[in-house]
């Protein structure tokens, strides 16, 4: 199992920016399609992004579409996610992930961070 630690949260204004990363343990990370997804207080867990294993194939949730940009640099074994134009309805935890295969389906994850906190303000 890759273990998989995340950072970059916190505080900041609506229309800001924030970049998480997701630090990665394992020689598995580069064969595996990397997820971003959040969980808001109250809220279900749900899909943000993913990415391919090689990087060149990218999927959006709709809410974050022309937003956000997933993106991997497997020599560092490092993921990442460039959050612009911030919303309140942004505010959650957020969650990378690996899986063996595409999918928008947390189900179909592996190996889990622990979160970082973002929360935008109005």
């Known amino acids: 199992q890759v273990q998989l630690v995340e950072s970059g949260g916190g505080l900041v204004q609506a229309g800001g920016s924030l970049r998480l990363s997701c630090a990665a343990s394992g020689r598995t990370f580069s064969n595996s399609f990397m997820g971003w997804f959040r969980q808001a207080p109250g809220k279900e867990r749900v899909f943000v992004a993913r990415?391919?294993?090689?990087?060149?194939?990218?999927s959006y949730a709709d809410s974050v579409k022309g937003r956000f940009t997933i993106s991997r640099n497997n020599a560092k074994n490092t993921g990442y996610l460039q959050m612009n134009s911030l919303k309140p309805e942004d505010t959650a935890v957020y969650y990378c992930?690996?899986?063996?295969?595409?999918?928008?389906?947390?189900?179909?994850?592996?190996?889990w961070g622990r979160g970082t906190q973002v929360t935008v303000s109005s």
């Open positions: 990415i391919s294993a090689a990087g060149l194939i990218t």
């Open positions: 992930a690996t899986a063996r295969f595409a999918s928008s389906d947390d189900s179909q994850y592996d190996s």
